[in-house]
């Protein structure tokens, strides 16, 4: 079966870090492009990074220099290291696969994993 | 970056009634761009993805037009399953944004 399952949410103080992973199944992460999206509490989509197949990487303004996207290949999973948290990156994040050949088109979503930055 | 403004923020409506949501972008962004329905509590769904291309299982009622910077997502009778929250977004360049969401709601 394809599938996305998100883990590594939970409650962090302000300034700590953590890190999502994101276990695929069915498909190989390294041949496609993978996202992050996020979504407040009551509020929007956000788009937060892409990881291309080749390597390169792009993020949101909001997250630049505070968030890496990364992957390994050895356990065909994606992650995103979240550092010097904020009160504002309380979110569901979401790990997606766009479709092949197509990055931007958010195709395959996973549940989606709450991450609470309070103190 | 490239800025997504969706309106309405939110809509009022009956079973059978025409919807049409519509998304602006702040630059040309040629048909670049999808739709996405989101249901409480759900993750978001693919409906249209390059503007006006339906995504397989998406039913017919669901179309998309537009393109440049202007675009449109029409629900031509609307159905209880419809009620939702819908979002426009831009793949045409990093960062990907995304519209601020419509809101469907019975009336």
């Known amino acids: 079966e394809v599938q996305l399952v998100e883990s590594g949410g939970g409650l962090i103080q302000p300034g700590g870090s953590l890190r999502l992973s994101c276990a695929a199944s069915?498909?190989?992460?390294?041949?496609?492009?993978m996202t992050w999206v996020r979504q407040a509490p009551g509020k929007g989509l956000e788009w937060v990074s892409v990881?291309?197949?080749?390597?390169?990487?792009y993020y949101a303004d909001s997250v630049k220099g505070r968030f890496t996207i990364s992957r390994d290949d050895s356990k065909n999973t994606l992650y995103l290291q979240m550092n010097s948290l904020r009160a504002e990156d309380t979110a569901v994040y979401y790990c997606?696969?766009?479709?092949?050949?197509?990055?931007?088109?958010?195709?395959?979503w996973g549940q989606g994993t709450l991450v609470t930055v309070s103190s | 970056d490239i800025q997504m403004t969706q309106s309405p923020s939110s809509l009022s409506a009956s079973v059978g009634d025409r919807v049409t949501i519509t998304c602006r972008a702040s630059q040309s962004i040629n048909r670049f761009l999808n739709w996405y329905q989101q249901k409480p509590g759900k993750a978001p769904k693919l409906l249209i993805y390059a503007a006006s291309n339906l995504e397989s299982g998406v039913p017919s009622r669901f179309s998309g037009s537009g393109s440049g910077t202007d675009f449109a997502l029409t629900i031509s009778s609307l159905q209880p399953e419809d009620f939702a929250a819908y979002y426009c977004?831009?793949?045409?360049?990093?960062?990907?944004?995304f519209g601020g969401g419509t809101k469907v709601e019975v009336k």
């Open positions: 990881l291309y197949s080749g390597g390169s990487t």
């Open positions: 977004q831009q793949s045409y360049s990093p960062p990907l944004t």
């Open positions: 069915g498909f190989t992460v390294s041949n496609t492009y």
């Open positions: 997606v696969r766009d479709r092949p050949s197509e990055v931007g088109q958010l195709l395959l």
